[in-house]
C-alpha cells in the first residue's frame, strides 16, 4: 500500500522564523508515526495575485507563469494538509492568502481537495495575539475545499496555537508546542484509519 503523504505549508514571509519552528515540530510528529512528509515555504516561492482570467474554468491550468500550479499539484497529491502562518493584523499573511486565492484550479476541476485531512497551525506575539481567528481563516479556506478539518485533539484547541515574538520563542512555549504535537497526532490518527 502507498504510503500516505503530508504536505505542510509554511505562509510565512520568513525562512526559518517561528512559523516554520513549529510546521517542523508537526511535520517531525506525523514523520514519526510513518507517514511521507514535504515542507513548502511560501518566502522561497513566486506566488502572484489571482487576475481571474476565467481559464482555470476550462482546464487544470492558470496563465500565471509563477510557482502556483507546483504548489497546486503538491496538494492535490497530499492525503493530508497542515498549513501554518503567523498573524498579521489577526489574519494570514498576506502571502498565503494569495496562495488560497490562486487554488481556484483545485476546486473548479473537481474539487481536487475534497476529503483531505486539513489542519492549522498559527503564531501569534502574544497569547491571545488573533490567533484563533487566523486559524478560522485557514479552516474557511479548508471548508470550502470540502476538507476534513481536525483541530487539537486532547486540549479542545481550533489547532496549534503558539506565542512567539522573538526568533525560537515558539519552541519555549510548552503549552502551545502540546497544541502543534496534538494537532499532528490528530491528522496522523485520522489518516491512519482512512481506507
Not at 62 to 90: E, R
Not at 133 to 154: A, F, P, S, Y
Request: charged share 25%; proline share 2%.
Amino acid at each position: 500500500m502507498k504510503e500516505k503523504k503530508i504536505l505542510g505549508i509554511n505562509g510565512s514571509h520568513k525562512i526559518g522564523g517561528n512559523t516554520g519552528l513549529i510546521l517542523g515540530k508537526a511535520l517531525e510528529v506525523c514523520e514519526n508515526r510513518g507517514f511521507e512528509v514535504e515542507e513548502i515555504d511560501l518566502a522561497s516561492r513566486d506566488i502572484r495575485f489571482c487576475t481571474d482570467c476565467g481559464l482555470c474554468k476550462t482546464k487544470y491550468a492558470c496563465n500565471i507563469g509563477d510557482d502556483a500550479m507546483d504548489i497546486l499539484d503538491a496538494l492535490k497529491s497530499a492525503d493530508g494538509v497542515i498549513i501554518a502562518s503567523p498573524v498579521y493584523f489577526g489574519c494570514v499573511s498576506g502571502r498565503l492568502k494569495t496562495l488560497f486565492d490562486r487554488t481556484l484550479p483545485l476546486r473548479r476541476n473537481g474539487m481536487l481537495l475534497s476529503g483531505k485531512v486539513g489542519a492549522a497551525l498559527t503564531v501569534g506575539g502574544s497569547r491571545n495575539g488573533g490567533q484563533e481567528h487566523t486559524i478560522q481563516q485557514i479552516h474557511l479556506w479548508m471548508l470550502i475545499n470540502e476538507m476534513t478539518v481536525v483541530g487539537d485533539k486532547q486540549t479542545a484547541h481550533f489547532g496549534g496555537i503558539c506565542v512567539g515574538r522573538n526568533p525560537g520563542d515558539a519552541l519555549k512555549d510548552e503549552d502551545g508546542i502540546k497544541t502543534v504535537i496534538n494537532t499532528a497526532e490528530k491528522v496522523c490518527e485520522l489518516l491512519k484509519n482512512s481506507v
